[in-house]
């Protein structure tokens, strides 16, 4: 049992090691040759989250009609029937951000001369309306030569046939945020992103395409986004592009939620 436990553990630590080393070639070094490998590592991690969302929508329905049943009962008297104190009540679920990925043991030699294979997934339960990712600004992307979380995306994007939306712009170009602390993050990322001109209006027709409607308080089905990044460290970056996005959202009256992925934790 021991020597079992040692191979298990060591093979954990080697695969950790892979990907480090994967993630490193293709963030850092610019080596595109990852970018299918990596990309189909996030699609398992969307399929499993697709899963999970649904899971929660199923039991939010349930929970709906039920309530439903209960409210179209004729009224009862309480002094006849007693509360049962084992009785619970339905707590709704807020969906996680997820920043996983899932442990896929893969060749990057074999993964690069047939992507498209690895891009032949089940259909997901759960479809976000659109995609979008963290932009990078145009230093860094000449430093790099590509932005690797929006290949990400348009990776998962082609896998579903999903929309991708340009939404966020850099406005300034952040130094690296490897060595500040969590507060230092936050603060340096306050006013990096803004809205893209004009593609408010690419989500308002995504919107009316989706309700029939151009206002939103015809309908309470909100556009549901997935933005993409290839680390989350402490979040700032996430939150960041999230809080323009839901601002400029509210002032153009389209209620959206945006659900996060992330192909690993650093």
């Known amino acids: 049992m021991a020597n079992r436990s040692f191979i298990c553990n060591r093979s954990s630590v080697q695969y950790n090691a892979l990907m480090k080393e994967w993630i490193g070639m293709y963030k850092f070094r610019g080596h595109e040759r990852y970018g299918p490998l990596l990309t189909s590592i996030l699609i398992q991690a969307f399929q499993a989250i697709s899963e999970e969302l649904s899971l929660v929508a199923a039991k939010e329905t349930q929970a709906s009609v039920a309530y439903s049943a209960t409210s179209a009962s004729p009224p009862v008297d309480a002094s006849l029937h007693p509360p049962n104190p084992r009785a619970s009540t339905y707590a709704r679920v807020q969906p996680p951000s997820a920043h996983a990925s899932t442990a896929v043991r893969a060749d990057p030699q074999a993964a690069t ?117 290839d680390i989350y460290t402490t979040g700032s970056t996430l939150d960041a592009c999230g809080r323009v996005i839901l601002n400029a959202a509210v002032s153009s009256d389209i209620p959206v939620e945006i659900y996060t992925l992330s192909l690993a934790r650093s």
């Open 113 to 229: 001369s047939q992507p498209k294979s690895l891009l032949q997934t089940p259909k997901p339960r759960w479809r976000p309306d659109a995609v979008t990712y963290v932009p990078v600004s145009s230093e860094r992307l000449a430093e790099r030569g590509f932005n690797q979380a929006e290949r990400l995306a348009s990776g998962l994007a082609a896998a579903y046939s999903l929309p991708v939306v340009d939404l966020l712009q850099r406005r300034i170009n952040t130094t690296k945020q490897s060595f500040k602390t969590r507060s230092e993050r936050i603060e340096t990322m306050k006013e990096a992103f803004s809205i893209s001109p004009g593609v408010m209006d690419t989500l308002r027709d995504l919107y009316i395409g989706k309700t029939g409607s151009n206002s939103a308080r015809e309908h309470s089905c909100p556009l549901q986004l997935l933005l993409i990044d």
